[in-house]
């Protein structure tokens, strides 16, 4: 026999494995390079992440939704975050891990209303051809998505006007990055040129006014028609920019 190896059964199903292995591999390969069953762009990056990380934005996603619909019916203070875990479906330890309470909970409510509004900002509204129609298609943008998220709006100026922290998450969010959006928006257009720094920013952050007045205060607190709600913010913004750039004609 020499050196020759004995082919026991225990090395049988090893060979056997590692053919089976094999075959599979191929199989996988020529799976994922066919076009039939090659993942869609906009899936490939869900499925490139960690399930552990898919799971936790999931859950911190609803959570947020979860407080939002609470907070909007029952009220903050009364809202408990078992009620809120309960809601989204998930454990109510997870409040304390993610958000660090509820009032951790509602600053992470501000800032993915913030993030959302600035996402619709940028990809939703078309781009005008002049600044006037640009500087109206915001205003008119902005009008529709407060009204849309008037429950956030009844929650967050019900309770910015008792909790004083808030008030730095006002800043950073609205004033600060929203403004910032609108501004960039409007520099597209070669009318900004003869604007001032100041006239630039007036525009920018009147967006967010005509929306807050026009979205919300009329057409929820004071119950104004929104047809005519809108009408008049439509005007008044055309004023505006006509008259800005009058003045720096």
């Known amino acids: ?3 020759q190896t004995l082919d026991t059964p225990a090395r049988k199903r090893h060979r056997g494995l590692r053919v089976e ?3 599979l591999n191929g199989l996988n390969a020529r799976t994922l390079a066919s076009p039939s069953h090659r993942p869609a762009a906009g899936k490939l990056s869900l499925v490139s992440l960690p399930k552990r990380k898919r799971d936790r934005a999931g859950k911190q996603k609803a959570l947020v939704h979860a407080a939002l619909r609470l907070f909007a019916t029952k009220g903050y203070e009364v809202t408990t975050t078992r009620e809120i875990a309960a809601a989204a479906g998930c454990a109510e330890g997870l409040i304390h891990r993610y958000f660090k309470g509820k009032a951790g909970l509602l600053t992470a409510l501000v800032e993915y209303h913030i993030s959302d509004e600035l996402m619709g900002m940028r990809h939703r509204a078309r781009s005008a051809g002049s600044l006037q129609e640009e500087f109206l298609q915001l205003v008119d943008w902005e009008i529709g998505y407060l009204w849309k998220n008037r429950d956030f709006l009844r929650v967050f100026v019900s309770r910015a006007l ?3 922290s808030l008030g730095s998450v006002i800043s950073r969010a609205v004033l600060s990055s929203r403004t910032k959006a609108v501004r960039e928006r409007l520099k597209r257009h070669r009318q900004c040129a003869g604007l001032s720094q100041e006239e630039l920013e007036i ?3 009147s967006v967010g ?3 807050f007045v026009f979205g919300f205060m009329r057409p929820v607190v004071l119950g104004q028609d929104r047809a005519q709600a809108r009408k008049m913010a439509a005007a008044l913004a055309a004023m505006l920019v006509r008259d800005l750039a009058r ?3």
Request: hydrophobic share 45%.
């Open 162 to 164: 008792v909790d004083p």
């Open 209 to 211: 006014l005509f929306g």
């Open 1 to 3: 026999m020499g050196s």
């Open 247 to 249: 003045l720096s004609g």
């Open 203 to 205: 525009l920018a952050q």
């Open 21 to 23: 292995n094999s075959m």
